[in-house]
Structures are given as C-alpha cells and as structure tokens.
C-alpha cells in the first residue's frame, strides 16, 4: 500500500512539473514578454490555416494567411495584418512597418501583404 502511495505521489510531482514547464513556455507568454520588452518577435504556425501573431516595439499585431496557386505549386499568396490596439500604434513611424513587412516576407516571400485600417490609410499618405 506504501509503494502505491509513493508512485501516485511521484506521478503528481511529474505531472506538476511538466504543467509548470509547460505553461512557462506557451506562445502566448513570449509573445507579451517581447511585448514588455519591445522586441520583435513572431509566432507562427506552419498551419496555414491558423492565424500568426507578432509584436514590435510594444505593438501587437495579427495576421491571417491566404493559400493560393503560384505556378505550378500551392503558397501563401496574401496575408492581411491588423493591430490588436490602435492606442500601440502611437510612436511608430513608416519605417517601423516596412521592417515589419520585410520579416513577414522572410517567411513568405511570395506573398502580397495588406494592411488593414488604420494602418493602411497610414501608409498611403
């Protein structure tokens, strides 16, 4: 009875700790601790279908992948990015989203990227 005892207790410490680990880890904390920081980091599935999420200099942003054919093989054609908050757009220049859009089309080259408002209407002064 002892020793079903302490295989439960030492399943529990197992189990814990890999909930712990795995909670320090999960996306969503790097991306607002690059945040606080105001690093540029970018999370992103290979998953076409689900979204990608970046920050830069304390903004959030989010995007959306669009598969489409190109040539002879099937890419990502377009994707479309928003801010989370427009009150975190304040400070960032043109600049600062060409760089973004640079490393978004580091991953994917051939894709045509689309801003969403108020973004876009930035970029077209």
Do not use: C
């Not at 959306?64 to 190109?70: D, I, Q, S, T, W």
């Amino acid at each position: 009875m002892i020793w079903l005892l302490r295989f439960v207790l030492l399943f529990f410490i197992f189990f814990l700790f890999f909930a712990v680990v795995k909670i320090l880890f999960t996306s969503s904390r790097k991306l607002e601790s690059a945040r606080k920081h105001n690093r540029f980091l970018l999370i992103d599935n290979e998953d076409v279908r689900k979204n990608f999420m970046l920050t830069y200099k304390g903004a959030v942003f989010a995007g959306e992948k669009y598969m489409g054919p190109l040539g002879n093989t099937f890419d990502v054609i377009s994707i479309s990015i928003w801010p989370e908050s427009t009150l975190s757009l304040k400070g960032l220049v043109r600049d600062d989203f060409f760089y973004i859009d640079k490393k978004i089309l580091e991953n994917y080259p051939n894709a045509e990227i689309n801003w969403k408002s108020p973004v876009k209407e930035f970029l077209h002064q």
